[in-house]
T-cell receptor
Framework: GNSVTQMEGPVTLSEEAFLTINCTYT??????LFWYVQYPGEGLQLLLKATKADDKGSNKGFEATYRKETTSFHLEKGSVQVSDSAVYFCALSDLQTSYDKVIFGPGTSLSVIP | DAEITQSPRHKITETGRQVTLACHQTWNHNNMFWYRQDLGHGLRLIHYSYGVQDTNKGEVSDGYSVSRSNTEDLPLTLESAASSQTSVYFC?????????????????FGPGTRLTVT
């Protein structure tokens, strides 16, 4: 079945450091890929997405590229801020096999210290 | 602005009691979902609905039920609360494939309900 694997952390970085959170997926069809972010005390919100191979999603300085050959969708940011402290979820939606459902990874907790 | 709300935000109840968590969305979305979030388990799907009168079981549906009588609401009922159901519950909605564009399956989340069963 479909699944998402990501580094679980917690990840602690100093402000302005480079961030990478690894995400790999397993899917039988042609999924769309997402990164969701959950700030403390809030629900999840969509951060970025990519709907086909080689697409790059970007938002708020975060980027992720859909790599079909390595089944990966790693999240990167060049210079993190304290306000980026949150839990990040990699996710996929495969309309061919899991109609309208989103499969979430376990989440990666990020703490950015000044 | 369209939104998705949950109530109550916090609830403490006793083992064996019936509890209902409300979810209301004004996006006019076809799809609605209930998840629970627990440390070490991430998000787990409890129940979901693709439209009025439609409900489906997710991966952790035992002890929970839902009903969809209109587009806006998907209440989640714990028939007889157990301590193992202490968790944070999130409701989400998406437009669904009936929507006009490929992004119709993006999910929008409510703020969550923290439930404690004592």
């Amino acid at each position: 079945g479909n699944s998402v694997t990501q580094m679980e952390g917690p990840v602690t970085l100093s402000e302005e450091a480079f961030l990478t959170i690894n995400c790999t997926y397993t899917a039988t069809g042609y999924p769309s890929l997402f990164w969701y972010v959950q700030y403390p005390g809030e629900g999840l919100q969509l951060l970025l997405k990519a709907t086909k191979a080689d697409d790059k999603g970007s938002n708020k300085g975060f980027e992720a590229t859909y790599r079909k050959e390595t089944t990966s969708f790693h999240l990167e940011k060049g210079s993190v801020q304290v306000s980026d402290s949150a839990v990040y979820f990699c996710a996929l939606s495969d309309l061919q096999t899991s109609y309208d459902k989103v499969i979430f990874g376990p989440g990666t907790s990020l703490s950015v210290i000044p | 602005d369209a939104e998705i709300t949950q109530s109550p935000r916090h609830k403490i109840t006793e083992t064996g009691r019936q509890v209902t968590l409300a979810c209301h969305q004004t996006w006019n979305h076809n799809n609605m979902f209930w998840y629970r979030q627990d440390l070490g388990h991430g998000l787990r799907l409890i129940h979901y609905s693709y439209g009025v009168q439609d409900t489906n079981k997710g991966e952790v549906s035992d002890g929970y039920s839902v009903s969809r009588s209109n587009t806006e609401d998907l209440p989640l009922t714990l028939e007889s609360a157990a301590s193992s159901q202490t968790s944070v519950y999130f409701c989400a909605s998406s437009e669904g494939l009936a929507g006009a564009h490929i992004n119709s399956y993006e999910q929008y989340f409510g703020p969550g309900t923290r439930l404690t069963v004592t």
